[in-house]
């Protein structure tokens, strides 16, 4: 699962196996260690309470809840991505946005994308 924030945004992205485990699992987590004790956990978990799409900030983690509701659609069909926004108390809110990690049309040297879902241009756009 990548991750991308900029501003009041949080995007996640997740592989054809991470959408897989969150349509079996609780949830897909990963973290990202900066040194000791100090190490950023995001999760994409799933919730059959919730009933919008949420996102919280408490002891280096960054969870975004998904409801039930939301999760199976989107792991067995092709929608795309899931947003939502959400009020922070601040102007213009939190943009929340998940979405399946497509391959790219191009090579890029260090990648790993076997795991990605196929582009919807693979095949169709010469770079």
């Not at 699962?1 to 079996?24: A, F």
């Not at 069909?77 to 943009?95: K, R, W, Y």
Request: contains cysteine.
């Amino acid at each position: 699962m990548k991750i991308r924030i900029k501003g009041n945004t949080i995007r996640l992205r997740l592989s054809q196996t991470e959408v897989q485990l969150l349509g079996r699992e609780a949830e897909v987590r990963e973290s990202t260690t900066f040194g000791p004790d100090q190490t950023l956990n995001y999760v994409l978990a799933r919730s059959a309470t919730e009933l919008s799409v949420k996102a919280t900030f408490n002891n280096d983690e960054i969870r975004v809840i998904l409801p039930d509701a939301m999760v199976l659609p989107w792991v067995e069909g092709d929608q795309v991505s899931l947003e939502a926004d959400q009020d922070n108390q601040m102007a213009g809110g939190l943009s929340i946005l998940v979405e399946k990690d497509f391959r790219c049309l191009t090579d890029r040297v260090g990648e790993d994308e076997e795991d990605l879902f196929p582009h919807p241009k693979e095949g169709e756009v010469n770079c």
